[in-house]
């Protein structure tokens, strides 16, 4: 039923938007520079003002990133859906960011980020990044399921592309622990991140 709406309405004319969420787990006592880039591109982001070129390069940063850190993915997970309506599209995008949001230590707190911390700060050995994108068409890649690590690097590649395509329309990152010093736990990750799938 849903593949004959599809057709009916690509005939039609009418725009198909896909708004969908990416969550990668990685692991180790490596993977805290990642905060760094995470932070910086975070701080970049509101300095803009939400401005979505400057969101877009940080999202491409970020996915090289994370390709880069390839062998600490230990987990991850995706969600998502099609709308044929912008405003559906929309709202279904604002409750993601409400979710990511509400996630263990996931905001970041710019106000804190250049206080004087002791140098001994704990290091995070678990870092979880969701990346959540609204854009138009059809993308494969990202259409499926991303729990298995090369599905997960074409997901990665494919955000990217979309970028320099001009075909975001949305884009929020949001990870946790959100700030050197905070630790993100085996058992939080558990109550906070039920769905990522081993990968």
Known sequence: MNAWRDRLNRM??????????????????????LLGILNRTAREAIDSEGDLEV??????EICQSLLQYDEYWLSAANEGDV????????????????DSAQRY?????????????????????????????????????????????SALKAGLKALINLHYQGRLRGIQVHFSPAQFGDELTNDQLLQYFPELVPL
């Open 12 to 33: 039609t004319g009418r725009t198909r938007f896909v708004v969908c969420r990416i969550f990668v787990h990685l692991a180790g006592s490596d993977v805290a520079p």
């Open 55 to 60: 969101l877009g390069e940080g999202l491409v």
């Open 83 to 98: 709308f044929w309506d912008e405003g559906e599209a929309g709202d279904y995008f604002n409750e993601l960011f409400t």
């Open 105 to 149: 230590l996931s905001e970041v707190d710019l106000d804190d980020a250049d206080s004087n911390e002791p140098l001994s700060l704990p290091v995070t050995r678990n870092v979880v990044v969701m990346l959540t994108v609204a854009f138009e068409g059809e993308v494969p890649e990202l259409e499926t399921n991303l729990a298995d690590i």
